[in-house]
C-alpha cells in the first residue's frame, strides 16, 4: 500500500538555521498538507497546498516558513531562520481529489538549539 | 472559532471492558467529524469518519448534533487498541484538519 515518505526522521539545528523537511506524498494525491505537534500539545495545521499554490494556511505559518513543490514527486517544507519554538514533530500528508480522508507521514522530529 | 474537546489525557481499562473516548466540538456550520489512531512507533492514521457511518476494528462513533458530540466507543476493548485517540474536525470550505489534544488508551490485560 502506498505511503506518504518524510525525511529526515529527526533533525537538529542551531536557532536561527535555515531547515528544509522534504515529503513525499502518494503518487496520485493532489492535495498536500503540513502540521505540527510541539511536545505535549495538539496537531496543528500550518498549511495546505494545490494546484502549485498554497490554498490554505494557519496564522503559524508566517513569513519565516515557505512551502514547495519542487518536482512531481516531493513537497518541501523550509523554515527560513529557525526559532527554538519551532522544535516540534512536523507531519506531511495528502489526500486524492474528492476524498476527505487525510493520509499521513511519520512525521520529522526538529529540534532547535 | 472552530474547536475540537477531548477531555481525558489518558483513559484505563481492562480488556474485555467497553470504552468511550469523548469529543465534543465547536462549529457554527456543518462539521465533518474523524477519528485518527497512532499506534506505538507509527503514523497517524484514519481510523473512522462520521459520513461512511461504518465500524471499524469494533469501533464506532455517532455525531450528535444537539450534544456536539462525536464519542468514540468499542463495547470489549483489546489490549491491541492502546493507542493515541486523536478527534478532528474539518468542514465544507476547507481542508484543514482541526485536531483535539488526544486520549492515550491503555488496555490492560
Known amino acids: 500500500e502506498p505511503e506518504v515518505t518524510q525525511t529526515p526522521s529527526h533533525q537538529v539545528t542551531q536557532m536561527g538555521q535555515e531547515v528544509i523537511l522534504r515529503c513525499v506524498p502518494i503518487s496520485n494525491h493532489l492535495y498536500f498538507y503540513w502540521y505540527r505537534q510541539i511536545l505535549g500539545q495538539k496537531v496543528e495545521f500550518l498549511v495546505s497546498?494545490?494546484?502549485?499554490?498554497?490554498?490554505?494556511k494557519s496564522e503559524i505559518f508566517d513569513d519565516q516558513f515557505s512551502v514547495e513543490r519542487p518536482d512531481g514527486s516531493n513537497f518541501t517544507l523550509k523554515i527560513r531562520s529557525t526559532k527554538l519554538e519551532d522544535s516540534a514533530m512536523y507531519f506531511c500528508?495528502?489526500?486524492?481529489?474528492?476524498?476527505?480522508?487525510?493520509?499521513f507521514g511519520p512525521g520529522t522530529r526538529l529540534l532547535v538549539l | 472559532a472552530q474547536r475540537v474537546t477531548q477531555p481525558e489525557k489518558l483513559l484505563s481499562v481492562f480488556k474485555g471492558a467497553p470504552v468511550e473516548l469523548k469529543c465534543n466540538y465547536s462549529?457554527?456550520?456543518?462539521?465533518?467529524l474523524f477519528w485518527y489512531v497512532q499506534y506505538s512507533r507509527q503514523r497517524l492514521q484514519l481510523l473512522l469518519r462520521?459520513?461512511s457511518r461504518e465500524s471499524i476494528k469494533g469501533f464506532t462513533a455517532d455525531l450528535n448534533k444537539g450534544e456536539t458530540s462525536f464519542h468514540l466507543k468499542k463495547p470489549f476493548a483489546q489490549e491491541e487498541d492502546s493507542a493515541m485517540y486523536y478527534c478532528a474536525l474539518s468542514s465544507y470550505n476547507t481542508d484543514k484538519l482541526i485536531f483535539g489534544t488526544g486520549t492515550r488508551l491503555q488496555v490492560f490485560p
Open positions: 462520521h459520513i
Open positions: 497546498f494545490y494546484n502549485n499554490e498554497i490554498s490554505e
Open positions: 500528508a495528502s489526500s486524492a481529489l474528492g476524498s476527505e480522508t487525510q493520509y
Open positions: 462549529y457554527s456550520g456543518s462539521p465533518e
